[in-house]
């Protein structure tokens, strides 16, 4: 079982709609979590982390946590076209190993 | 401010050759992780370093070896290279390591022919 499961798309959702993009880990000693946005041929850029159960917003953004069902996730509202990326869960597990899902390939249409 | 820097961009090795990446981190950030990404995968932990000082391991054979200098900055180096070794490779920075918040360079691609 990997360690950060993410479900590899495409997502598909129209320009000025709501994506949802979802994440689980296994290891539930897991201490921060965090998305990542990546544009084909760039380096990961980061987005959102989040620390403890619940949500956290940041303009566009919307990172959720629950740890009780080893769940994160993140929604893009408003979602335009230039958001059309791969975004990347990541992990902390006993503070210093990193774990990054394969990545969730969002295409949002004009 | 000038964010993390890596040199050099791109780098071309043959089979059995050695290599050696660099990476600057951001001012003020002591901690330096390397990543490996190949295409269509997410990145692979290797190693964090705080303080010059290895504070985690990700499972990649002893081929592959870091290190970090006074000035924060760090190397890493891989032996005896194998094509499956062609990938990203891409360093973080963050304050302290542990849980903080990671940002990475642009990356070097190198390709083992």
């Known amino acids: 079982q990997k360690e950060v499961e993410q479900n590899s798309g495409p997502l598909s959702v129209p320009e000025g709609a709501i994506a949802s993009l979802n994440c689980t880990y296994s290891?539930?000693?897991?201490?921060?979590f965090f998305w990542y946005r990546q544009y084909s041929g760039k380096s990961p850029e980061l987005i959102m982390s989040?620390?403890?159960?619940g949500d956290k917003e940041d303009g566009r953004f919307t990172a959720q946590l629950n740890k009780a069902s080893q769940y994160v996730s993140l929604l893009i509202r408003d979602s335009q076209p230039s958001d059309s990326a791969t975004y990347l869960c990541?992990?902390?597990?006993?503070?210093?190993?990193?774990?990054f899902g394969s990545g969730t390939k969002l295409n949002v249409k004009p | 401010d000038a964010g993390v820097t890596q040199s050099p961009t791109h780098l071309i090795k043959t089979r059995g050759q050695q290599v050696t990446l660099r990476c600057s981190p951001i001012s003020g950030h002591k901690s330096v992780s390397w990543y490996q990404q190949v295409l269509g995968q997410g990145p692979q932990f290797i190693f964090q370093?705080?303080?010059?000082?290895?504070?985690g391991r990700g499972n990649f054979p002893d081929r592959f070896s870091a290190r970090q200098f006074p000035n924060y900055s760090s190397e890493l180096n891989v032996n005896a290279l194998l094509l499956g070794d062609s990938a990203l490779y891409l360093c973080a920075s963050s304050g302290t390591g542990g849980t903080d918040e990671q940002y990475f360079g642009p990356g070097t691609r190198l390709t083992v022919t």
């Open positions: 290891d539930r000693v897991s201490q921060s």
């Open positions: 990541a992990v902390n597990v006993n503070f210093n190993k990193f774990y």
């Open positions: 989040i620390y403890s159960n």
């Open positions: 370093y705080y303080e010059k000082e290895e504070r």
